[in-house]
């Protein structure tokens, strides 16, 4: 259940544990009793990091519509995933080498 802000003539705002459904309705004060409107309240997305914003937007991009990527590979990118190219070959090394 998210939480939602309601507004008291008389004591100001609060906050409360609310349904999606009954959120709508009014509630009641809980220090005068008094029936309270709901406080319509803007997401506080100047407050948020620049980069974290992107990565929100995109996530709820990607989550309706996927975006299909196709990458070809060049020959011999070296990237892992297509590993194409002759691996390096190591020098032959015989005992008889070792410390000159």
Known sequence: MPI?????ND????DTWRTIVDATNEINCPICTKPS????????LNL???????????????????RVVNKKHLA???????KIGKPKERPTRYKWMIGH
Do not use: H
Request: include cysteine.
């Open 4 to 8: 939602y802000t309601y507004t008291c």
């Open 11 to 14: 004591c100001g705002t609060f």
């Open 37 to 44: 409107p709901r406080q319509v309240a803007l997401p506080g």
């Open 48 to 66: 948020m990091n620049s980069t974290l914003r992107g990565y929100m937007s995109r996530s709820e991009k990607s989550g309706n519509e996927p």
């Open 76 to 82: 011999g990118c070296g990237c892992p995933i297509c």
